[in-house]
């Protein structure tokens, strides 16, 4: 922020001199802006929506990292540090360890145990109610109701004590079973049946966030006492205690490490304990989680801002053309180059300090509506995580400053290129001529390019750096444009040296795989503008060609009027492209994307579900047994999966680089009738059965996820987990570790397997043998649907759960779609500079060319022929920055999804997204075309006689 | 009919310094033919026109009846403000009048709605103007051929006509060249071939040497001189005598009226 302010005072510090000291600037400045009111407003609603864009980005990383630091609160309260505890029969002796003298930095210490169950309410108003994946947890409401000093944060304050029989439940779960204080409530859990009375209902917060029904201590035990032998297939209790340190919710957790070493000091004794600083990791990756998703909103974003940017740099240049005249007079009468760009530069500065407070609150509404957008597709179903807005007041001052930067420096570079004005050619109202020192200048910026884009490239490869490799090959090739046109004909060069640039861009990827491996968000920022850059030079380089188009088209005056403007204002024409192709690029890449990840739905489920349809998930402690399964109507045949959390990495890289991800044990069942589908396997085996084969035979084999060794939450080796590479399995309760090879590499996992080995290396590297999961083949003519519905409601009492790959798959890809959804509604702000740039150049070239629309309509032209020629004008315009955007958006996406293997190792098909590209071409079109009408309609009711101003 | 005189008599009072001299000859002169140049192809009567500007209106023609003959030259003189385009706006219908009538070849052009009066601008006005008004984006050729298509005619023919007119104004070599190429009397040259190229009944050139150095004013005037020789009807508006004493017939006007109107010897004799 403080660069930020610097540069805004260094931007300031001319125009405010001026605004002071020199009144005739500041005259000229101030009764400029307000000759035209209207435009005035729309130049500053402009870069304000630069601005807006900019700040909503930022206030989406706000919202999300607070609404996951919302859980801090919700599922953690007081608590900072957790000891899980395998054995829950040893918990009380981990505490007392725990305790000891007493633990430094803490203000408070609780022991709990708890089980997962199924909760059914018999007697629910509409009829039976049911949470099949519940749990109950059993502790003291007194002790707990002071741990930490601060009851209200436990969610127990005001609660009384229970007994035997007897639960308290949180909101959320007493919403699910639509239960009331008095209700009746029956538990499943080792084969019993457990029922309790509602005693009280307290907020989803503190420690009644993670525990949704607390029932009195020696519950849990009395039931695994009168447990019959089915209890031994049930994962058993777990045990914890929990930890509050000094201080407040959050920086409660900021003395977390310290106090972690000195428990794992005195657990040191006890076998199967594992100590986290729980809040600590929490708040570290909502905030890692905020600043990601607010560097994806600013990355796309930015191309909204550099439309934003292109849109401001036409409007200056528009204005300076309009006064071209009288700022040549100004010059004749005395006024220095230096004070024309300082005029202009007030005028400007004033401009984008009104659209920086305009843009900053605009951004609180977009920013809104991206948080209730993201809340609708991600928010969890129990409310868990619920995203709200929030706000930081330094995030609207950064936003503002960020925007009026932007809008600050495009005045002042914008107010250097027009003042540098021809006296008599602008008297004159004639081009500026080419002068010896502006050919020095270009050629100086020629070669700079050059040597900039050398320099770039070279380094960009060498270390490598992938935004540096993406854009610095185009900055050299388009600066040699400036140098080699001296010598040769400008068009050729130009078709050549940008078509060069353009297919570099297309294909980066695939020439430098490994040096654009690591490429983010802003290599695609990059390649979006080098590529757009490059299209519309070429486009524009064509004019020739257009020309002869409209020749050949006949003699219709309208598009000749319509294409011979744009034509004749190339720098202002290849704004307004740059303009609309940048964001219809985004646009198309993204609708692609979404269109062939969407499409590839039924294919992602085949290659996962192997030989079966669906997968069924029950109550650890009240586990479906594979008999119960097998004895079903429509059930085929059923696997069986024993499911762990081991943390896994490289061999040869250190402890701290371990990342937790699930481990999925298998057996023969799981065989049958086929496997997950390999994207990789080892040579060594012929097929990918042969490799399922050798995993069962081998318990130091491993099958891993694509997204092992990537960005997303595994460990990161750096580069991809391939077959044959050695990985380690560590059990973070025993803290044993195991080598593991990797024997092939599978693609989507939709369903959350993790990682495949036998289920005997999962009990042995993990002691796990309980079922976590079944999957289930039904008979062949049933619909998986209906069996997967009518299995869930048979074992309710097991929290039975089943649900088919289609279904996981196409929950998965929905979510998926709904954030291209969210992006594309985004970039849609983008769009809108477009438009509605569009339209205000539209406005100004009404007056510009009032004369020459008066000369025309005396000459005979029709008005229908000057509003359609205004009308094709805009279309025109729209339409290349439409086609060039979508034709770049496809080659990219295509070539990135074929050839690139950025979104896994999977086989995706491209698919073209038809109707979502009709829309992309169509809506944007009809709103350039209809903004436009007011323009053209006002065009064509120009009086020639009042145009033409002929003076007596 | 009210006569030139009776008009004359009534705007007496308010003549300019520069052309007081002048006024009071006009004064003593009987009044002249309506139309010296043969039948007359614009009939104007009683036209008025009036500019409303906010709180004030302004009467800038005064019932103003005029006769313009076929083949005619007849050049427009009158102090600045008193009506001179004003006059060439309305008669020609680039402007709307307040009161009266103007027939062109017995059609009255006022009662036609706005895409007729464009028509028949398109076919039978043409307009040389002193700041040119070429369109910039299109070249010298293009221009001219914007009144034919215009008219309806192909892209072809509109070509070949608007060649063999650059041709006519001596600038065949300069038909691809853009106005900001092309000197200021090249850029009227191309104006009035433009205004010429439809064959039009009247061409209107208001102050078409206004923008010019005398040399090139010199040769436009010769120019607009060989196509009145070639029988086109011209009407020109100017402030300079030089050039008003070329023409067939004068008419002088003043606030809003017609002044005088007969052959330009008076500005032999002013």
């Known amino acids: 922020m403080v660069i930020l302010i610097v540069i805004s005072l260094i931007l300031l510090a001319v125009p405010l001199h001026d605004l002071v000291r020199r009144p005739t600037f500041r005259r000229l400045a101030i009764r400029n802006v307000l000759r035209r009111k209207t435009e005035a407003a729309i130049v500053v609603l402009g870069a304000a929506l630069g601005t807006a864009i900019i700040t909503a980005a930022f206030i989406t990383g706000n919202s999300f990292d607070q609404s996951i630091r919302n859980i801090a609160k919700t599922d953690l309260g007081p608590i900072d540090i957790g000891v899980e505890i395998e054995d829950a029969t040893e918990v009380a002796q981990v505490r007392d360890a725990v305790v000891g003298d007493g633990l430094p930095g803490t203000d408070g210490v609780l022991s709990s145990v708890s089980i997962g169950t199924s909760v059914v309410h018999p007697d629910a108003p509409g009829g039976q109610r049911a949470e099949p994946q519940s749990r109950i947890t059993e502790f003291d409401i007194d002790e707990a109701r002071d741990f930490g000093g601060r009851p209200d944060d436990t969610g127990l304050a005001g609660v009384e004590a229970i007994g035997e029989g007897e639960t308290v439940i949180v909101q959320r779960l007493a919403r699910t079973l639509d239960a009331e204080v008095g209700d009746q409530l029956t538990v499943f859990a080792y084969g019993q049946e457990i029922p309790l009375t509602v005693t009280a209902i307290t907020p989803t917060r503190g420690l009644m966030g993670s525990a949704e029904m607390v029932v009195v201590p020696g519950t849990i035990e009395g039931v695994l006492a009168t447990a019959g032998p089915g209890a031994a297939d049930a994962r058993p209790p777990s045990g914890t205690v929990l930890i509050s340190n000094n201080g407040g919710i959050f920086d409660g957790a900021n003395g977390s490490d310290a106090i972690v070493d000195e428990v794992v000091d005195r657990v040191e004794a006890f076998d199967g304990v594992e100590v986290g600083p729980w809040k600590q990791e929490l708040i570290e990756d909502a905030e890692a989680t905020g600043t990601e998703l607010s560097t994806l909103f600013t990355g796309i974003g930015s191309f909204s801002v550099i439309a934003g940017i292109l849109l401001l740099v036409n409007l200056f240049v528009m204005l300076a053309e309009e006064r071209k005249t009288e700022m040549g007079m100004l010059r004749a009468v005395g006024l220095k180059r230096n004070h024309l760009t300082r005029s202009f530069v007030l005028e400007g500065a004033a401009y984008a300090a009104l659209s920086a407070v305009v843009g900053a609150i605009g951004g609180i509404a977009v920013g809104w509506g991206i948080v209730q957008a993201t809340q609708s597709i991600f928010a969890d179903d129990d409310g868990v995580l619920d995203f709200t807005l929030a706000i930081r007041p330094e995030t609207l001052v950064v936003g503002g400053l960020v925007g009026f930067v932007i809008a600050g420096v495009t005045a002042w570079l914008t107010s250097l290129r027009i003042s540098g004005l021809n006296i008599i050619s602008a008297i004159r109202d004639l081009p500026n001529p080419r002068s010896a020192s502006r050919r020095l200048r270009s050629l100086v910026a020629g070669v700079a390019g050059v040597a900039l884009g050398v320099l770039l490239t070279v380094i960009g490869y060498g270390n490598p750096v992938a935004v540096l490799l993406m854009m610095g090959p185009p900055i050299a090739l388009l600066s040699a444009i400036t140098l080699i046109s001296r010598f040769l004909p400008r068009r050729p060069v130009v078709l050549v040296l940008a078509g060069l640039a353009l297919v570099y861009g297309a294909t980066v990827f695939q020439v430098f795989p490994e040096q654009m491996e690591d490429g983010d968000i802003e290599v695609f920022v990059v390649m979006g503008v080098v590529l757009t850059a490059a299209a519309v030079a070429i486009v524009t380089a064509l004019d020739k060609f257009w020309g002869r188009m409209i020749s050949a088209s006949g003699g219709a005056l309208a598009p000749r009027l319509a294409l011979a403007y744009p034509l004749n204002r190339l720098f202002r024409t290849g704004l307004l492209l740059g303009m609309f192709s940048l964001v219809i690029f985004t646009m198309t890449f993204i609708t692609a994307l979404d269109g062939t990840f969407s499409g590839q739905g039924p294919t992602f489920a085949r290659d996962l579900a192997g030989g079966y349809d669906m997968q069924v998930r029950s109550n650890p402690a009240n586990p479906i047994t594979v008999e119960d399964l097998e004895g079903q109507p429509g059930v085929e045949r059923v696997a069986t999966i024993q499911r762990g959390f081991p943390e896994l990495r490289p061999a040869g890289t250190p402890e701290e680089d371990s990342e937790g991800w699930a481990i999925a044990g298998i057996n023969d069942a799981f065989l049958e009738g086929g496997v997950p589908l390999l994207t990789e396997r080892d040579p060594a085996y012929g097929s990918d059965v042969a490799a399922y084969e050798a995993v069962l035979a081998d318990p130091s084999l491993i099958i891993v996820n694509t997204f092992l060794g990537g960005d997303d939450g595994g460990p990161d080796s750096g580069s991809d987990i391939e077959p044959g590479d050695q990985l380690i399995l560590r059990d973070p309760v025993s803290a044993r570790e195991t080598e593991m090879t990797v024997a092939g590499v599978y693609g989507g996992d939709f369903v959350f397997f993790g990682s495949f080995a036998s289920a005997e290396a999962v009990q042995t590297h993990l002691d796990i043998s309980f079922p976590s999961r079944h999957l289930v083949k039904v008979a062949d003519g049933l619909d998986a649907q209906e069996v997967a519905a009518d299995l869930t409601g048979r074992f309710i009492a097991n929290g039975g759960d089943a649900e088919t790959f289609t279904d996981a798959v196409n929950e998965e890809v929905q979510a998926q779609s709904g954030f291209f959804s969210l992006m594309r509604g985004y970039l849609g702000l983008g769009l809108l500079i477009g438009i509605a740039g569009l339209a205000v150049v539209m406005v100004r070239a009404v007056r510009e060319r009032r004369r020459q629309i008066g000369m025309l309509r005396a000459m005979g032209v029709t008005s229908p022929t000057v509003r359609g020629a205004f009308l094709a004008e805009s279309g025109f315009i729209a339409l290349q920055g439409i086609i060039i955007g979508v034709a770049l958006g496809l080659v990219t996406s295509w070539s990135v999804i074929t050839s690139s293997d950025s979104f896994g190792d999977e086989e995706l098909s491209f698919t073209v997204p038809w109707l979502a590209l009709v829309l992309i071409v169509a809506i944007p079109l009809v709103a350039v075309i209809a903004s436009t009408v007011v323009p053209a309609m006002r065009a064509a009711s120009i009086r020639p006689a009042a145009a033409l101003r002929i003076a007596d | ?270």
């Not at chain 2, 004359?8 to 309506?34: N, Y």
């Not at chain 2, 030259?73 to 009161?99: A, F, H, Q, R, Y």
């Not at chain 2, 509109?158 to 600038?171: E, I, P, T």
């Open chain 2, 1 to 270: 009919m009210k006569t030139q005189a009776t008009r004359v008599g009534s705007v007496s009072d308010h003549r300019s310094t520069a052309d007081s001299e002048l006024g009071a000859k006009v004064v003593s002169q009987p009044a002249p033919s309506p139309h010296a140049g043969g039948q007359p192809i614009l009939s104007a009567r009683g036209v008025r026109k009036i500019y409303r500007t906010g709180s004030h209106d302004v009467e800038a023609l005064r019932g103003v009846d005029l006769d313009i003959g076929a083949g005619e030259l007849m050049m427009v003189m009158g102090p600045s403000g008193n009506g001179k385009t004003t006059l060439l706006n309305c008669l020609s219908g680039l402007d709307e009048i307040d009161e009266g009538t103007v027939h062109v070849d017995g059609e009255e052009i006022h009662s036609m709605a706005d895409a007729k009066r464009t028509q028949h601008r398109a076919e039978r006005m043409g307009f040389v103007f002193q700041s040119f008004n070429l369109i910039p984006v299109f070249s010298a050729i293009e221009n001219v051929e914007i009144p034919l298509l215009v008219g309806g005619a192909t892209a072809k023919v509109a070509r070949v006509k608007a060649r063999d007119m650059l041709d006519r104004v001596g600038l065949g070599d300069r038909g691809g060249h853009r106005p900001t190429e092309l000197s200021g009397g090249e850029q009227q040259r191309v104006a009035i071939a433009r205004a010429l190229v439809s064959e039009p009944a009247i061409v209107w050139a208001d102050e078409p040497t206004g923008n010019l150095d005398s040399h090139t004013a010199e040769a436009v005037l010769e120019l607009l001189g060989e196509v009145h020789d070639a029988g086109q009807t011209l009407v020109i508006v100017t402030h300079d005598r030089s050039i008003g004493a070329r023409g067939q017939r004068l008419v002088q006007v003043r606030d809003g009226s017609i002044a005088y109107d007969g052959p330009p010897t008076i500005l032999e004799n002013a």
